[in-house]
């Protein structure tokens, strides 16, 4: 709300008008973030962070934001650090296991051969879970199951009520 005050002669009266103002959106400001580079866009603008800042606080160049907030996903290394910047995780969680496996995997950025060390799994069984190539085993699925249980990062977000 912006008021104007106006003040006559005193013989006169004064006046105040009231203008209600409202922000307007930057161009290419993302009401509804769907991709990872909307997500940090958003986030940017609403901080009021240039891109270059946000290079630095994640680690990248200044030419990899431009690049993610125009369409391209981020490599997965970089995802535990946008998720620190956000101060959320910007893609759902899967209710199957292995849906969820892949979001563990996506959120801490981990390559195949590093889910596979936490695993005890060869990554090349991995990679076919994930890809869909091949469907685990029951027994496999049971050990899927029970290493997601077992770790100690957020995989169930809480959903909204």
């Given at each position: 709300?912006?008021?104007?005050?106006?003040?006559?002669?005193?013989?006169?009266?004064?006046?105040?008008i009231q203008i209600p103002l409202e922000k307007q959106p930057l161009p290419g400001y993302p009401e509804f973030p769907i991709t990872v580079g909307e997500h940090i866009r958003k986030k940017r603008i609403d901080l009021g962070l240039l891109q270059r800042e946000v290079a630095e606080i994640i680690g990248?160049?200044?030419?990899?934001?431009?690049?993610?907030?125009?369409?391209?996903e981020p490599e997965l290394q970089y995802n535990p650090k946008i998720i620190e910047f956000?101060?959320?995780v910007p893609f759902d969680c899967p209710d199957d296991a292995?849906?969820?496996?892949?979001?563990y995997r996506r959120v801490n950025g981990l390559t195949?051969?590093?889910?596979?060390?936490?695993?005890?799994?060869?990554?090349?069984?991995?990679?076919?879970?994930?890809?869909?190539?091949?469907i685990p085993f029951r027994k496999n699925q049971e050990k899927i199951e029970m290493f997601l249980e077992n770790q100690k990062t957020f995989l169930m977000p809480e959903k909204e009520t």
């Amino acid at each position: 709300m912006c008021t104007f005050l106006y003040y006559s002669d005193p013989k006169r009266h004064s006046f105040s008008i009231q203008i209600p103002l409202e922000k307007q959106p930057l161009p290419g400001y993302p009401e509804f973030p769907i991709t990872v580079g909307e997500h940090i866009r958003k986030k940017r603008i609403d901080l009021g962070l240039l891109q270059r800042e946000v290079a630095e606080i994640i680690g990248v160049t200044e030419s990899s934001i431009w690049n993610w907030e125009h369409g391209t996903e981020p490599e997965l290394q970089y995802n535990p650090k946008i998720i620190e910047f956000l101060g959320y995780v910007p893609f759902d969680c899967p209710d199957d296991a292995i849906g969820r496996l892949a979001w563990y995997r996506r959120v801490n950025g981990l390559t195949l051969n590093e889910l596979g060390q936490q695993m005890q799994r060869h990554p090349d069984q991995l990679q076919e879970w994930l890809s869909g190539t091949r469907i685990p085993f029951r027994k496999n699925q049971e050990k899927i199951e029970m290493f997601l249980e077992n770790q100690k990062t957020f995989l169930m977000p809480e959903k909204e009520t």
